[in-house]
């Protein structure tokens, strides 16, 4: 890519990779704002809050990586912009949804730039991994029914189930799943291997976003909950104990309760 404008002496190329949040644009760092304030361009991600680009000075290149119905940029091209940018601009700041070291190959970016002896900083960001649960006051680790957590993607590289899965199903760990949702069934097949059927889970759409929205259930039905109140990507998955916390599971705790009762 050829850029117009000539580069400056004085320039000082360098490459700013920070984290966005999850989704509503006051979970942004300080320090996130403040290289915001300082970005010659801003190469920002489709789950970015657009709100966070007014932290940019009006001056500043404002490119949109992401994907759209009619645009799609792979890594490779994502990278040379940064490079072609920050050698003809100055300081870019990539921001990236949640925090750039999760699921989100913040280190490939990097590595690249560095590759080019360009300065690199990381700014991290809230993880809807963990940050998202918490909103709702779901606890990653809470007394006797968590002591740890695993984060995993849905689908591996060739967009199969994570076999990771399989081992985080076996433990009494909390299980969050990030781009998982439209693999629920296989993943719920795996928890029910193991005997956790009736395990809580919660499903969040559009984390602490306006549009957000959240089912919570049992792994033995979630897929229809999630079918019924019509739940698409972005969300995440949370399955364990700690999701009983949440106030919505208690009339699921009652229902089951009464069955018992019953037989």
């Known amino acids: 890519m050829i850029l117009n404008k000539t580069k400056s002496s004085n320039l000082e190329p360098r490459i700013t990779l920070v984290g966005a949040g999850p989704g509503d644009p006051d979970l942004i760092s300080l320090k996130g704002v403040k290289a915001l304030n300082t970005a010659d361009v801003v190469l920002y991600d489709a789950l970015v809050n657009g709100a966070l680009l007014n932290h940019a000075p009006e001056h500043a290149i404002k490119i949109f990586v992401g994907r759209s119905d009619d645009e799609s940029f792979s890594q490779d091209a994502v990278n040379k912009l940064m490079i072609d940018y920050a050698l003809n601009y100055g300081h870019v700041v990539r921001l990236k949804s949640g925090d750039p070291f999760v699921f989100a190959r913040g280190f490939e970016e990097v590595d690249f730039a560095e590759s080019y002896s360009i300065q690199t900083e990381i700014i991290p960001g809230i993880s ?104 698409s990507s972005p969300a995440l998955l949370v399955f364990g104990d700690v999701v009983s916390l949440h106030p919505a599971f208690a009339r699921i705790r009652d229902f089951y309760g009464v069955i018992a009762e019953e037989y």
């Open 128 to 231: 809807s991994a963990t940050g998202v649960p918490g909103l709702h006051k779901i606890p990653m680790i809470y007394g006797d029914l968590s002591e740890s957590f695993w984060v995993l993607s849905g689908t591996n590289a060739k967009g199969e189930v994570s076999p990771d899965l399989t081992g985080a199903a076996r433990s009494n760990a909390t299980v969050v799943v990030l781009m998982g949702i439209e693999k629920i069934r296989e993943i719920a097949a795996i928890f029910i291997q193991e005997g956790k059927d009736r395990l809580p889970v919660a499903v969040i759409e559009n984390g602490s976003s306006k549009n957000e929205n959240i089912v919570v259930g049992v792994v033995d039905t979630i897929a229809e909950l999630i079918e019924d109140h019509n739940i």
